[in-house]
């Protein structure tokens, strides 16, 4: 049997993980493995696992949190996710993908595989300043849901509390089905 998390549980996951990418993003520069937990921290935010879900997207979809506004493009988190934005050797991944691939492969590729695209291992030994092209892209990404869940943590300490109650009534309701 799977316990569900309490909505007040989740809104404190979320803060954790933003709070721990955020610290990956800051502090990338002094050590590589930052990258590491950049990217496991991007797959539990906005990746859905097979023990998991996408807690981000979650609770933005669950809160009706119109997202665009802080987006440079004027779009959605779940079109953010989905586009193919990160170009490897002529094949374009969408950032879904690509945080998916970094994380299942161990960030930049400590352990390669058999199955491992020649794309990200090319991408992981092609340096600029002293950041490989996988690792910058991953920055950028971890900028962008940044950014966004950072958003949607301040519109939440703006609600009413009527508001939040009536969110957490839908959200005990959706999880007893």
Known sequence: MRVQKSLNKLLKDLDNHLFLLKTSVE???THSAFFISMANELRTLVCKGKDHEDILPVLIKLFNFDESPYFKNKISLTKFLHQKNIILNKKRYSNLEFIKILTTHSGEFIHIRKDTDYRFILGSQFVINGISILNRELLIVAKDILHIGGSFLEYIKNLSTEDKEKINNKY??????
């Open 172 to 177: 005990l309701k959706s999880i007893k089905k």
């Open 27 to 29: 502090n990338y520069s």
